[in-house]
Antibody
Framework: EVQLLESGGGLVQPGGSLRLSCVGS????????MSWVRQAPGKGLEWVSA????????EYADSVKGRFTISRDNSKNTLFLQMNSLRAEDTAVYYC??????????????WGQGSLVTVSS | DIQMTQSPSTLSASVGDRVTITCRAS??????LAWFQQKPGKAPNLLIH???TLQTGVPSRFSGSGSGTEFTLTISSLQPDDFATYYC?????????FGQGTKVEIK
């Protein structure tokens, strides 16, 4: 059974940094592209970032470009999201998602349970 | 960026009703369109991909159609477990845009 477990969320002050992790099980993470998607409280879904299966290709939404960095450690079946220069509008539940294939595949077929990030002073 | 517009934003329906949700793209996304169901406090769940392909394990009362810029999600006979929010998403371009969501409520 495919499972994704996020961690690392919490309360951070504006301008601060946070690193999210997502550990995958039940599949070989190195064979699949991965994404982060967020959802602000009471709002809809917003794609944030994606990384290819090898980690060699990354993509970012304009709203986070230059502040967030996606990476992966395939040896540990783990996906990361380093978030710097955080703003109040980054407050959201952050979901990691597994793509349905490798390369730069875009369709997310499995989602983690989410990790809440709150940016507030 | 491609904009995705869903209608209606809220839908009130009864068990057994046939329900249709529309998703319009501001540009051609071919058939690279997915539908997700989300219940409160839970992660989204993939229902349909490539506009009309039912994800494994999803009940056959769900169906999708369309291509290009206009798409529909249909629930043939609404069940109690189907009251949720539904999102469309285009994955034709890197921006992977979601619609704003359609909440299906009990009438």
């Amino acid at each position: 059974e495919v499972q994704l477990l996020e961690s690392g969320g919490g309360l951070v002050q504006p301008g601060g940094s946070l690193r999210l992790s997502c550990v995958g099980s039940g599949f070989t993470l190195s064979s699949y592209a991965m994404s982060w998607v967020r959802q602000a409280p009471g709002k809809g879904l917003e794609w944030v970032s994606a990384v290819s299966d090898s980690g060699g290709s990354t993509e970012y939404a304009d709203s986070v470009k230059g502040r967030f960095t996606i990476s992966r450690d395939n040896s540990k079946n783990t996906l990361f999201l380093q978030m710097n220069s955080l703003r109040a509008e980054d407050t959201a539940v952050y979901y990691c998602g597994k793509a349905d294939c490798g390369g730069d595949c875009r369709l997310i077929d499995y989602w983690g349970q989410g990790s809440l990030v709150t940016v507030s002073s | 960026d491609i904009q995705m517009t869903q209608s209606p934003s809220t839908l009130s329906a009864s068990v057994g009703d046939r329900v249709t949700i529309t998703c319009r793209a501001s540009q051609n996304v071919n058939s690279w369109l997915a539908w997700f169901q989300q219940k409160p406090g839970k992660a989204p769940n993939l229902l349909i991909h490539k506009a009309s392909t039912l994800q494994t394990g999803v009940p056959s009362r769900f169906s999708g159609s369309g291509s290009g810029t206009e798409f529909t999600l249909t629930i043939s006979s609404l069940q109690p477990d189907d009251f949720a929010t539904y999102y469309c998403q285009q994955y034709n371009t890197y921006s992977r845009t979601f619609g704003q969501g359609t909440k299906v409520e009990i009438k």
